[in-house]
């Protein structure tokens, strides 16, 4: 399993729920066209954590970098109702970060 890790903050701190919404409805689109497994929200508890991580964290998981691939294609489109919906998003997006990580040892790998 890969997991693509975002991290930001909201350019308006009130529209929360708003944000959550226009995720959980982008990411619902790109899992029902089966260009994702899943996908979580988190939001920081008590502002614990490093402030250049930001306040909301997604994790994107797909079953390899071959269906992340698939889906950034898809959505490089930027046409139609993938386009609507991720706009939703970025537009109350601000101090953006990513990571990519993997299950780990990774399955095919060689044991000695």
């Given at each position: 399993m890969d997991y693509y890790q975002i991290w930001c903050n909201l350019k308006e701190s009130h529209k929360d729920l708003e944000?959550?919404?226009?995720?959980?409805?982008?990411?619902?689109?790109?899992?029902?066209?089966?260009?994702?497994?899943?996908?979580t929200i988190a939001r920081r508890k008590l502002g614990w954590g490093p402030a250049e991580l930001g306040e909301f964290n997604?994790?994107?998981?797909?079953?390899?970098?071959?269906?992340?691939?698939?889906?950034?294609?898809?959505?490089?489109?930027?046409?139609?109702?993938?386009?609507?919906?991720h706009r939703n998003v970025f537009a109350e997006v601000t101090?953006?970060?990513?990571?990519?990580?993997?299950?780990f040892p990774d399955s095919v790998r060689a044991k000695r």
């Open positions: 944000f959550c919404e226009h995720v959980s409805s982008y990411l619902g689109y790109l899992q029902k066209q089966g260009k994702l497994k899943g996908f997604i994790t994107i998981m797909t079953d390899n970098m071959a269906q992340l691939d698939e889906a950034f294609q898809h959505v490089a489109t930027r046409d139609g109702e993938v386009e609507r919906l101090d953006f970060r990513s990571a990519l990580y993997r299950d």
